[in-house]
Antibody
Framework: QVQLQESGPGLVKPSQTLSLSCTDS??????????WSWIRQPAGKGLEWIGR???????NYNPSLKSRVTISIDTSQNQFSLKLNSVTAADTAVYYC?????????????WGRGTLVTVSS | QSALTQPASMSGSPGQSITISCAGT?????????VSWYQQHPGKAPKLMIY???NRPSGLSNRFSGSKSGNTASLTISGLQAEDEADYYC?????????FGGGTKLTVL
């Protein structure tokens, strides 16, 4: 059973780096044939795709965030991670991790519950 | 990579059908048959309702259907029910990855 869980600091200071991790209690990150995405949602606003990574380490990023984003994966630790540097208040949002599945092409078939990250001094 | 265009809000009465549109370009909606739709209730994670333009995940109600014509995709919900009241987001594959629509708030009157 796929159960994704985001973790990381809920408060980040402006200009610093936001760091989040996502684990799957079902162990599918180590299986190596899914795309893993990060998606965020500011309060009261829509979804924004941040980027994704495949088990091989191949990545795609939203062009508007590409200069500040790094997504990495550690299949041995069954987790993948997001780093967003030089954050501002505009990066305050609920951050979701998500996974696709074999036979379904979508940004997220399985989603974590989301974690709120606030950028504030 | 601009967000796809959806109506901000729509409403319908129980039993009616509604169709939510999602306008893109030939670089996203028009260029790929990888349009998906998500339902999101307040405080919850999005739930995949439609993928590859018109396919439903296993177990999903057939009251939900999707289609595409040119650069515009559509989600139709038939036989509206109170629990359909939610935000709906379209998403399309692009050359850079994925892009979402701005979302449509559906109210069931």
């Amino acid at each position: 059973q796929v159960q994704l869980q985001e973790s990381g600091p809920g408060l980040v200071k402006p200009s610093q780096t936001l760091s989040l991790s996502c684990t799957d209690s079902g162990g599918s990150i180590s299986k190596g044939y899914y795309y893993w995405s990060w998606i965020r949602q500011p309060a009261g606003k829509g979804l924004e795709w941040i980027g994704r990574i495949y088990a091989t380490g191949s990545t795609n990023y939203n062009p508007s965030l590409k200069s500040r984003v790094t997504i990495s994966i550690d299949t041995s630790q069954n987790q993948f991670s997001l780093k967003l540097n030089s954050v501002t208040a505009a990066d305050t949002a609920v951050y979701y991790c998500a996974r696709d599945t074999v036979g379904i092409t979508a940004a997220g078939v399985y989603w974590g519950r989301g974690t709120l990250v606030t950028v504030s001094s | 990579q601009s967000a796809l265009t959806q109506p901000a809000s729509m409403s319908g009465s129980p039993g009616q059908s509604i169709t939510i549109s999602c306008a893109g370009t030939n670089s996203d909606v028009g260029g790929y048959n990888y349009v998906s739709w998500y339902q999101q209730h307040p405080g919850k994670a999005p739930k995949l309702m439609i993928y590859d333009v018109s396919n439903r995940p296993s177990g999903l109600s057939n009251r939900f259907s999707g289609s595409k014509s040119g650069n515009t995709a559509s989600l139709t919900i038939s036989g509206l029910q109170a629990e359909d009241e939610a935000d709906y987001y379209c998403s399309s594959y692009t050359t850079d990855g994925w892009v979402f629509g701005g979302g449509t708030k559906l109210t069931v009157l």
